[in-house]
């Protein structure tokens, strides 16, 4: 009998497959700086190693580009590292007019470590915090893309970040265990829950999936699409496999447009968006009582209304004309002078 965390071992076994070898080596040059063999000399990219929680050191590429208003983190699928993406990385820099930041996962490339389910959400937690301390991107002007089993870390992410400015899910999985049959129940020894995790997501989730994928069905990502809060237009790519999305023009077309819409999204829209997710309440009404508690005001204070010398009764409104000062918050209890 297997126990849940043999289970999980034996799933990531099936699930990950980095090159061997890797596609790439990482070294310094004559000046000190950090670069890529096996892939070419870029001015405009940064080679970084980073840290995580666990341990490991991860190498990640970031790839600058003068006109972006926003950056997008990738995380790849599981079969490929970070040499073998380097092109598609320039081609989705130029073409969307983004920064891009793609790392590989621990054990993978030039990465340290062994590729676990968890080392990936530390793989990600490791690389966002590299974005927000190096190059000062805030989740505001940040685009999480996950594909395939990169959509599981990409979405641990996305729903810890309540402002985070969008999501891409490319032929993204519900879960590890879906992949391989048909569950209609979570269970504790399956990976990448996706189909639980979605639910938090509180921006704009964009699923591109091809109709005749035979990796992962293009369930999952239908599935995904209809759970997700806030979820964009999707691309149903018709005939497109699971590796080979990136070869229709579709792809390219809606991926630019889901860019752009998220460019001009306004801090007024968001700032809405966020005020309806956490559903505050309404500003508590002004009593009459002598003693009132403004549990709403901006300053916080215990105020009490003086009485009006004109007026038999007590606290008064018209007590702004009378002699003396009053006590309370001009911005939200009331014009006081």
């Known amino acids: 009998m ?66 972006a208003r926003l950056t997008v983190l990738y995380s790849h699928g599981n079969a490929a590292d970070l040499g073998q993406l380097y092109d598609l990385f320039v081609q989705l820099k130029v073409n969307l007019r983004v920064n891009l930041m793609g790392y590989d996962y621990s054990g993978y490339g030039a990465s340290t470590g062994k590729p676990s389910e968890y080392n990936t959400y530390a793989d990600i937690e490791a690389v966002y915090q590299c974005l927000q301390t190096e190059y000062g991107v805030g989740q505001e002007d940040l685009i999480l893309y996950g594909q395939s089993v990169g959509s599981g870390p990409t979405l641990h992410l996305a729903a810890h970040l309540p402002r985070l400015r969008g999501v891409v899910l490319h032929s993204a999985i519900l879960s590890g ?24 997501v509180k921006c704009p989730v964009f699923v591109i999936h091809g109709t005749e994928d035979d990796v992962v069905n293009w369930l999952h990502g239908h599935g995904l699409w209809k759970l997700a809060k806030e979820p964009y237009d999707p691309l149903w790519v018709k005939g497109g496999g699971h590796c080979n999305l990136e070869l229709y023009p579709d792809y390219i077309r809606h991926l630019c447009k889901f860019i752009r819409e998220m460019e001009n999204l306004t801090t007024a829209t968001r700032l809405e968006k966020i ?49 003396g000062s009053a006590y309370l918050c001009n911005w939200c209890c009331g014009d006081w002078h």
Not at 13 to 31: C, E
Not at 178 to 199: E, G, T
Not at 302 to 310: E, F, L, T, V
Request: proline share 6%; glycine share 4%; with cysteine.
């Open 275 to 323: 005020r309806q997710t956490l559903k505050l309440p309404a500003k508590a009404a002004a009593t009459t009582s002598t003693t009132t508690f403004t549990a709403n005001c901006c300053c916080q204070i215990r105020c009490r209304k003086p009485d009006c010398r004109s007026c038999p009764r007590r606290g008064c409104l018209m007590v702004r004309c009378s002699k």
């Open 177 to 200: 265990l879906r992949v391989v049959c048909h569950v209609k129940f979570s269970f504790c020894f399956d990976i990448y829950k996706n189909i639980d995790k979605i639910k938090k």
């Open 2 to 67: 297997f126990s849940g965390c043999s289970v999980s071992s034996l799933a990531a076994k099936f699930t990950f497959f980095p090159p061997d070898p890797p596609t790439y080596s990482v070294k310094k040059d004559d000046s000190g700086r950090l670069v890529a063999s096996g892939v070419p000399r870029d001015h405009s990219m940064d080679v970084l190693l980073l840290d995580t929680k666990h341990g490991t050191k991860l190498v990640a590429f970031y790839l600058r580009n003068p006109c």
